[in-house]
């Protein structure tokens, strides 16, 4: 009993430690964004700007229409999913539009994903869950692109971590697969790891 809370404290300590550095590094890092971090940074930027101003059809219209289907079609944006860029809203609320209020996101949907890869593990492990867990939250965050990632304004922990909530959704649903409640929360997981990455 004791060893298993060890195994939970010892991945709960690790998510913090790694979190937490990664967002004092959103925050206070200096370097210049480029290309494909301005080009996510200004699209959650106008989505945030339409809906400062009030201009709520805007807001919605600038989510799917002008630069996916109307000419001239933007070719560097109507590939990105929406998911990302919407989450830079409450951000750019609360911190004002800037760098780190583009870059923590990131951190906070790498949390989420760590959340999920933990849950999962110790769902589909009966024999040592806490174990499964621990070893899911290290070995997420040994990697060295999650961790270069995560602190930056980019859609890959995002895509990350809606992918991750998808696949728990279907465990969920594959519980009791006569819940009609449990399939549409699966299905609507699914669309939304959809919406955060192209492909």
Known sequence: MGSARGWTLAGGLLAFAACGFLAWTACTS???MDADEAVHAVEGLR???ALRHGELASFLERCYLPDRWQPPVQDHVRWYGIVHSLSLV?????LGPGEAAARLPGVLWLALAIALFAWLAHALAPQGPRLAAFAAVFLLLSSP???SFAPQCLIETCSLATCALAFAAHVR???RPLVSSRALVAGAALGIALLAKYD
């Open 30 to 32: 200096r370097w210049v």
């Open 47 to 49: 989505r945030y700007d």
């Open 90 to 94: 409450p951000s750019f609320a609360l």
């Open 145 to 147: 692109n999650v961790l």
């Open 173 to 175: 649903f594959l519980e």
